[in-house]
């Protein structure tokens, strides 16, 4: 059953615009790919560039496609449940993505045309305008929360595959650390191990004694792009430990057993 907790406050204008800019910045990312460049391989299973540029679009198009429709009567899910039911999703994501990528030519006029319905419809839309998604009435401000993290996790996966980076708006990638950083303090509650993420998130998660004052005794450090990874299985644990882009102090600061948060 949903908790309908928030995790914290978003700035509802921010992360408006942070959506739009992300995506704009997947939009000029791909923008001079050829053919060859779209059936290039990436690393979520066998999906080439085309699906997930087509997964991309669908996902900010959600927003407006549920915005057509009827409000629900109450709201029934936060920003944490969503992090927690999303891979229960995945088969049916991985099912409509093949289908539209087969039925439509090029995925870009797909990324066109779901920023220009997102500026149409999210730009007038209260913040707490709630969605019929499908774990449950949720705020239009919650949902773009989770439209940061789809978007920023699926940059990181389009410049894996292309061998090129794609930028990241400062807006969309701190909303993405800090959701996914309070999805893990929601998987595993409690303040015996703090888990900074600087500049954007602190957090206090697993059960035992509670740091009060002073250095805790249990830390776990990383930088932004290297927590999103970690928190959605694009990198393991050891792996990120052995490569010095996470550093971990204290008996209790390890995150193997807690890692994915959102797969």
Known sequence: MPTRARARTYDSARIRAAVTAQLRQVRQAVAG??????????RLGD?????????VAATVDAVARLLEAPAPPAQEAGVNDYAAA????????????????????DPRVLLERAEHRFAELAAVAPGDRLLAVPLGAMR????????????VVH??????????????????MAAAVRMLADALAAK????????????????????GPRHTRGTPPNVVETDPLTWVRLATGR?????????????????????TDLLPVLA
């Not at 919650?142 to 978007?151: G, H, K, N, P, S």
């Not at 644990?237 to 882009?245: G, I, N, P, V, Y």
């Open 86 to 105: 999303v891979a229960s999703f995945a088969g049916a994501v991985d099912e409509g993505t093949r289908k539209a990528a087969a039925r439509d030519a």
């Open 235 to 255: 990198t393991g644990w050891a792996r990120a430990l052995d490569a010095a882009e996470v550093s971990a102090s204290g008996e209790r600061a390890d995150l």
């Open 188 to 207: 595993a509650p409690g303040g015996s191990v703090e888990v900074r993420i600087p500049p954007y998130a602190v957090v206090q998660c697993v059960e």
């Open 140 to 151: 239009l401000d919650d949902f773009l929360v989770t439209r940061c993290v789809e978007l």
């Open 155 to 172: 940059s990181d996966d389009l410049a894996d595959a292309l061998g090129t980076p794609v930028p990241y708006d400062r807006q969309a």
């Open 33 to 42: 790919l050829d053919e060859e460049g779209l059936r290039a391989p990436t």
């Open 47 to 55: 999906w080439t560039v085309r699906e997930l540029l087509t997964h």
